[in-house]
Structures are given as structure tokens and as C-alpha cells.
Nanobody, 115 residues
Framework: QGQLVESGGGLVQPGGSLRLSCAAS????????MGWYRQAPGKQRELVAS???????DYLDSVKGRFTISRDNAKNTVSLQMNFLKPEDTAVYYC?????????WGQGTQVIVSS
């Protein structure tokens, strides 16, 4: 059974950087889009950034210019470089992979931006 495994979360001061990584393992094939979502306490899950197999990227307005999504199609991995982090970026970040007939979610990784 396939799964997405995330890493890279943690505690960082405002203005700092973190890099999140997500690897698809097992029987996950033919991934279309991959993306990162986040969910803060008391809020709905929102799309932070996505990237298609051809490299087309999309970002949440509030992270444009600060976050960069990248993908390695051969390795089925997706990363999110987060710079100039703000307290409002604090959330659990989830990786998602869209495949034919459905999607996979990672278990989530906590990002806390605080001084």
C-alpha cells in the first residue's frame, strides 16, 4: 500500500526558513499533481502550493515570493522551501499526491513560527 512520508517541520523564529520534504513510496504510481496544504488550529485546510507533472506551479497569495515548491518526478518527491516565515504560517503541513482515481495524503508535519 502506498504512502506519503513527510519530514522537515519544526520550530523556527520569525524570518527564518524551513524545508519540507515528501516522498511517495509503495504502490503510488502515475502521480499527476503534488502539493502542500496546511491547517492551523480552528481553521480549514488550505492549499499552500501545488505543482503538476509538467512543472506548472500555483501558490497561495500569502506565500508568494516566500515559498517555493519543487518536484522530482523520477523519485516521486516534492519539497517546499519556506523562507521569511511568519507566525501566521504556523500550522500542520500536509503533502498530497493526486493519482488516477484518487489521492494520497501524508500524515502531516508541524511547523511553528515563534520567537
Amino acid at each position: 500500500q502506498g504512502q506519503l512520508v513527510e519530514s522537515g517541520g519544526g520550530l523556527v523564529q520569525p524570518g527564518g526558513s524551513l524545508r519540507l520534504s515528501c516522498a511517495a513510496s509503495g504502490s503510488i504510481f502515475s502521480i499527476y499533481a503534488m502539493g502542500w496544504y496546511r491547517q492551523a488550529p480552528g481553521k480549514q485546510r488550505e492549499l499552500v502550493a501545488s505543482i503538476t507533472g509538467r512543472g506548472t506551479k500555483d501558490y497561495l497569495d500569502s506565500v508568494k515570493g516566500r515559498f517555493t515548491i519543487s518536484r522530482d518526478n523520477a523519485k516521486n518527491t516534492v519539497s517546499l522551501q519556506m523562507n521569511f516565515l511568519k507566525p501566521e504560517d504556523t500550522a500542520v503541513y500536509y503533502c498530497r499526491a493526486d493519482v488516477r482515481g484518487g489521492m494520497y495524503w501524508g500524515q502531516g508535519t508541524q511547523v511553528i513560527v515563534s520567537s
